[in-house]
Each structure stands twice: as C-alpha cells, then as structure tokens.
C-alpha cells in the first residue's frame, strides 16, 4: 500500500485531522514557504528514488519477511545503500502495510524533540493516534507515560503499520533508545520498527537475538554483486564486459555510493575497462573525482554557485542569487536537479539541496580556494533568512559567520516580535549558543536562560543589551522621513520602560498584534531592525 493513507475500519483520516495533538514543530513563518517547511516535508517524505536504481529483489524480500516481525534492523557504512534499499522498499505497490517514514538529523537527538518528530510524522502519514497521546512537554526529555499511551494507541490499530526511522545513528541518546525499545515491547505486533542506522543502535538487540523478533540486514548484505553492478552500469548507459563489472565490483567492494560514481565517471571515458581497473574508492579519490568530473565539467557561473552555495542546508534560487550577485540561480539549479546527480529538489518547492558528501567537497573547496569568502556568505544568508522570516537559519548562519551578536539580536528581536521559540527550533537555538566561544561579551550568558523558553527575560533585562551590544545598524542614520504617530509614541514609551509585548498590549488595550504593528511600523520609520535600537534612535531624535 503507497503511503498517505490508512485504513480504520474502512475509513481515512484526514492528514489536517485534530487527533493527533503535537508540540509546535516550528514557529518560524515564511512566505517562501507556503504550504509548510519543506525540509520539514522532506523528513517525513520517502525519500524519492533515483531512475537508476537497481531494484535488488533478494534485499526487498528480506525487508517485507523481516516487517513481518516487530524489528528489522539495516545497518551499513555511509553511502552503502541502506536507505535507497528502504526507499524503493517503501514505494513498492506491494507493500503490505501503511509505512511511516522519519529522517533523523543530528538535532533531532534530544528526547523531546525525537518524540515530537514520532508523532508528528504518524500525523503526517495519516495514520490516526487518539488526541488523548498527547505531545512531549519539553524538548530534553520524555515522560514515560506518553510513551504508555502512544504504545497503547498503536496496539488497538486497525491494522499494523511499519515505521521507517532513517539514519538513527544520528540520535546516539540512551533515553530515546531506551524508550523506542519500550514501545516496541509494549506495543505488541501492530508496531512494525525498520531502523536504518550506520552503527549499531543502543537497543538491547542481543534480547531480540534471542526471540528470534529481528531481522538484520548489514554492510556485506548490501555490497553490490557483480550482477548488480552491471545492471548498475547499464541504467547508465555505460556498456562494460562482465569482467569489468567484476573488477569494480572488487576494487569498490560493493559501495553503492561508489559504484554510482564510478559510473558516472564511466559515462565520460574513453576506456571504461582501463577505468574500473584504476578506479580507486578513497575518500580523497571521491572528492578528487567530484571535483574534476562533476564540479569542472560545469560553466564558469556554474561552478561559482555550487561553491558559494554549498554553505546552505538548503537552497531557494533568489538566495542563491544574493550569494552569486547574479541572477541566473533559477535556471541553474534547474539544470542540476535536472541532470539528477547531486542536486536534488526539496519536493514541489523552489529549494533544493545538495548530497552530502559533494557539499563537502564543495565547502572544502570555498575555504582553501576563497580563503575569507565563507564568513561573506554566511553574513548574507544570515539576512536573507532573517529577511524572509527563517530565524532559526538565519541565527545559524550568524554564527556561522562568526556574529554572535547578530545571532542573539536575531532571536531577542524574534521573542519579542513573536513570542518564544518552541520544540525542536528552541532545541536547535540552545545547541547553537551552548557552542557559542566563552569570550563573547559579559551580556550574552542570559541568553541561555531565554532559550530555556523564559521570554519574559528578554524584556525584563534588556539593559545590557542596549548598553553593551555593538549595534548593527551602522553609526549613521537619516532622521525618520516619517512622523510617529501618537500610538506608535504610546508603543515606544512602554517599550522604552521595558514592557513586553503582552504588557504594552494590556496597557494600552490593544492586541498583541496590534503592538507588533506598530512596532514594524516604527522599525520601519526610524530604519531600525531592532526594539533598543528603535528607543535609542526615539531619544536621539527627541522623540520621546
Ligand atoms: N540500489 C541502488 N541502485 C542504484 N544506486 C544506488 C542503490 N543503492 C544506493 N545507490 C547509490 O548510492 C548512493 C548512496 O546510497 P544511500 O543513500 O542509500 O546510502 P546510505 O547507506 O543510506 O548512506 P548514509 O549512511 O550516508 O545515509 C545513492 O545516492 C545512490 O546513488
Ligand atoms: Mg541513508
């Protein structure tokens, strides 16, 4: 059965149903962004399957015997196959269950936020969870009792139903595998676990060994064959001689992702024999051949994208273009994502982001190529994403460029426009500055606090800020073109007293909404981005 819907009794929940109740997965807004954050979608998505693929039959059957019991475990160095197998597994019509699919990240570790993620993506999958399961209340851990009632919640399904977790080496925590075996024994045999992961996971396996419950899929299972090589090299249109499939099939000892790139390198030579005899599968010889085979054959302006680019997670055309100074982004990153190498589009959104390993070559390139460029990029994206509503990117890239001031300004001023950051962003905000070098400036400790989900200290302290932070909006301004208007002076005065936005609306009667809009119209006429910054200018200009 395709993903996307499940069957309760004969009926279909709907993917905007109210029955799953989640903590809040974002709180940025963005207008590029309509119908949700894309790599949010992206997580939740079967990641979509190449056109040459090799369907390797022995592997798909292993994966639908292994999900007729509780756990399947595939397990395999970078690059060896493991979710392309699940993947192609995952969009076969003959899928016996409804498959749930979650791509775990790095930040996704913390128990809370691995929780939210769970949820969020059996809510996205439409597979219905009483409301009653509740979501997890802080983003560092997880009470057991969600876990009772979501383990419950699976076992009175209609059907079983197979969840995918992709890349849980990603999420070393011992409290999140403790609770994922709690709710596999728990949940009894609705709950169908697939865990993709380049390491062992820290789940009691040798216990599941025993009950003979597991099925493991491992690196030497997923080494290409010489059969599948050859196959692998005729999807690309590359002939070569059964020995030559043998040979690579050899030297690369069946690395999937090696062999993908050693037939694309094959495409372009003259002597695809002599090739597979000197291809040799090292991580310099990767990023040596990306570099000349991918990174060279492209035009001037090309090239010059992909390197500024590959600082980003994810790419939208008019970022690009800012990080170029041109305006061909568009056509560019359609031409990439076309040519389906390493460039792939973010589902039916303008993003796009590129394979992991050739952004690091990319990168590696930026820094010993264009010492000094990298901060540059980082600073622009920073605006752009601010600009376009992104805060948690464009915090990051803040601090990626070194900018740490930048970065706090950029969540100070988002809490107090737009309340606190919540779940996995505020989890991504507290890693960001727990990283942040202890030689930063004396006001910036706080900020710590304020990622704890306290807002009010953002507008019960801000006397350090608008002491001891360098502004950024440079020393000069014009005078406001614009008069304030007497609301907006109302606005400002409680603002300059330290008011929230929660008390200048309560003092003045008005909306929370209304106060922030008047505070952007205020911004806007004085040519600030910030609240002290806005006071400041108030004053010097006599206007409070
Ligand atoms: N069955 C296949 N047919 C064709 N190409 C494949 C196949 N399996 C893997 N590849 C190629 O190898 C690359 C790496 O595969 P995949 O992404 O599945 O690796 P992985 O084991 O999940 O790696 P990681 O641990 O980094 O997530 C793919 O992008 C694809 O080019
Ligand atoms: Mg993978």
Same mark, same amino acid.
């Given at each position: 059965?395709?993903?996307?819907?499940?069957?309760?009794?004969?009926?279909?929940?709907?993917?905007?149903?109210?029955?799953?109740?989640?903590?809040?997965?974002?709180?940025?807004?963005?207008?590029?962004?309509?119908?949700?954050?894309?790599?949010?979608?992206?997580?939740?998505?079967?990641?979509?399957?190449?056109?040459?693929?090799?369907?390797?039959?022995?592997?798909?059957?292993?994966?639908?015997?292994?999900?007729?019991?509780?756990?399947?475990?595939?397990?395999?160095?970078?690059?060896?196959?493991?979710?392309?197998?699940?993947?192609?597994?995952?969009?076969?019509?003959?899928?016996?269950?409804?498959?749930?699919?979650?791509?775990?990240?790095?930040?996704?570790?913390?128990?809370?936020?691995?929780?939210?993620?769970?949820?969020?993506?059996?809510?996205?999958?439409?597979?219905?969870?009483?409301?009653? #399961?509740?979501?997890?209340?802080?983003?560092?851990?997880?009470?057991?009792?969600?876990?009772?009632?979501?383990?419950?919640?699976?076992?009175?399904?209609?059907?079983?139903?197979?969840? #995918?977790?992709?890349?849980?080496?990603?999420?070393?925590?011992?409290?999140?595998?403790?609770?994922?075996?709690?709710?596999?024994?728990?949940?009894?045999?609705?709950?169908?676990?697939?865990?993709?992961? $380049?390491?062992?996971?820290?789940?009691?396996?040798?216990?599941?060994?025993?009950?003979?419950?597991?099925?493991?899929?491992?690196?030497?299972?997923?080494?290409?064959?010489?059969?599948?090589?050859?196959?692998?090299?005729?999807?690309?249109?590359?002939?070569?001689?059964?020995?030559?499939?043998?040979?690579?099939?050899?030297?690369?000892?069946?690395?999937?992702?090696?062999?993908?790139?050693?037939?694309?390198?094959?495409?372009?030579?003259?002597?695809?024999?002599?090739?597979?005899?000197?291809?040799?599968?090292?991580?310099?010889?990767?990023?040596?051949?990306?570099?000349? +085979?991918? #990174?060279?054959?492209?035009?001037?302006?090309?090239?010059?994208?992909? #390197?500024?680019?590959?600082?980003?997670?994810?790419?939208?055309?008019?970022?690009? @273009?800012?990080?170029?100074?041109?305006?061909?982004?568009?056509?560019?990153?359609?031409?990439?994502?076309?040519?389906?190498?390493?460039?792939?589009?973010?589902?039916?959104?303008?993003?796009?982001?590129? @394979?992991?390993?050739?952004?690091?070559?990319?990168?590696?390139?930026?820094?010993?190529? $264009?010492?000094?460029?990298?901060?540059?990029?980082?600073?622009?994206?920073?605006?752009?994403?601010? +600009? @376009?509503?992104?805060?948690?990117?464009?915090?990051?890239?803040?601090?990626?460029?070194?900018?740490?001031?930048?970065?706090?300004?950029?969540?100070?001023?988002?809490?107090?426009?737009?309340?606190?950051?919540?779940?996995?962003?505020?989890?991504?905000?507290?890693?960001?500055?727990?990283?942040?070098?202890?030689?930063?400036?004396?006001?910036?400790?706080?900020?710590?606090?304020?990622? +704890?989900?306290?807002?009010?200290?953002?507008?019960?302290?801000?006397?350090?800020?608008?002491?001891?932070?360098?502004?950024?909006?440079?020393?000069?301004?014009?005078?406001?073109?614009?008069?304030?208007?007497?609301?907006?002076?109302?606005?400002?005065?409680?603002?300059?007293?330290?008011?929230?936005?929660?008390?200048?609306?309560?003092?003045?009667?008005?909306?929370? @909404?209304?106060?922030?809009?008047?505070?952007?119209?205020?911004?806007?006429?004085?040519?600030?981005?910030?609240?002290?910054?806005?006071?400041?200018?108030?004053?010097?200009?006599?206007?409070?």
């Amino acid at each position: 059965m395709p993903t996307g819907t499940f069957r309760t009794g004969g009926s279909t929940q709907a993917a905007d149903s109210p029955m799953v109740v989640a903590m809040p997965l974002s709180s940025t807004a963005s207008q590029l962004t309509p119908a949700g954050d894309p790599l949010l979608a992206a997580k939740f998505s079967v990641p979509v399957i190449p056109g040459t693929l090799v369907r390797r039959k022995r592997l798909l059957d292993r994966l639908t015997e292994g999900t007729a019991q509780r756990l399947t475990l595939i397990t395999g160095p970078a690059g060896a196959g493991k979710t392309m197998l699940a993947a192609s597994w995952a969009a076969r019509a003959a899928v016996p269950h409804p498959v749930v699919w979650l791509s775990l990240e790095d930040d996704d570790s913390a128990p809370g936020v691995f929780w939210t993620y769970i949820l969020e993506a059996f809510r996205h999958h439409r597979v219905p969870l009483p409301a009653t #399961v509740g979501s997890p209340a802080r983003a560092d851990s997880v009470e057991r009792s969600l876990l009772v009632r979501f383990a419950s919640a699976l076992a009175r399904l209609a059907e079983p139903v197979v969840l #995918v977790l992709d890349g849980l080496d990603r999420v070393p925590d011992r409290e999140v595998a403790s609770g994922l075996d709690f709710v596999l024994q728990h949940a009894g045999p609705q709950l169908r676990l697939v865990l993709i992961s $380049r390491v062992d996971p820290l789940l009691p396996l040798h216990r599941h060994r025993a009950e003979g419950s597991i099925c493991e899929i491992r690196g030497a299972d997923l080494a290409f064959t010489r059969h599948e090589t050859a196959t692998l090299l005729r999807r690309h249109g590359v002939l070569s001689s059964a020995e030559t499939a043998d040979t690579l099939t050899r030297r690369s000892e069946g690395w999937a992702a090696g062999l993908r790139l050693c037939a694309l390198a094959m495409q372009r030579a003259d002597d695809p024999a002599a090739f597979a005899r000197s291809f040799a599968v090292s991580q310099s010889a990767v990023a040596d051949y990306l570099l000349a +085979e991918v #990174v060279d054959a492209q035009p001037a302006a090309t090239q010059d994208l992909l #390197v500024r680019t590959s600082i980003l997670d994810r790419v939208h055309p008019r970022l690009a @273009n800012l990080l170029t100074g041109r305006e061909d982004a568009e056509g560019i990153l359609a031409a990439l994502t076309h040519a389906n190498a390493f460039v792939e589009p973010i589902g039916e959104t303008p993003w796009c982001r590129f @394979n992991p390993l050739f952004a690091e070559v990319l990168q590696a390139y930026l820094r010993s190529h $264009r010492p000094g460029l990298e901060p540059k990029l980082h600073r622009l994206a920073a605006h752009w994403f601010a +600009e @376009n509503g992104l805060i948690v990117e464009a915090t990051e890239h803040a601090a990626s460029a070194g900018d740490w001031e930048h970065a706090a300004s950029l969540v100070l001023d988002h809490v107090a426009l737009d309340g606190p950051l919540t779940g996995p962003d505020a989890h991504r905000m507290e890693r960001l500055f727990a990283g942040m070098p202890a030689d930063i400036p004396k006001a910036f400790p706080w900020l710590r606090e304020l990622l +704890e989900l306290r807002p009010e200290l953002v507008d019960g302290h801000p006397h350090e800020l608008v002491n001891g932070v360098p502004h950024l909006d440079g020393p000069e301004h014009p005078a406001p073109v614009e008069t304030l208007s007497d609301r907006e002076c109302d606005v400002l005065r409680q603002a300059a007293l330290m008011m929230s936005t929660e008390e200048i609306a309560a003092e003045l009667y008005v909306s929370v @909404n209304t106060v922030k809009t008047h505070l952007r119209s205020i911004y806007r006429k004085l040519s600030v981005s910030r609240r002290r910054d806005a006071v400041r200018r108030a004053k010097e200009f006599d206007l409070l």
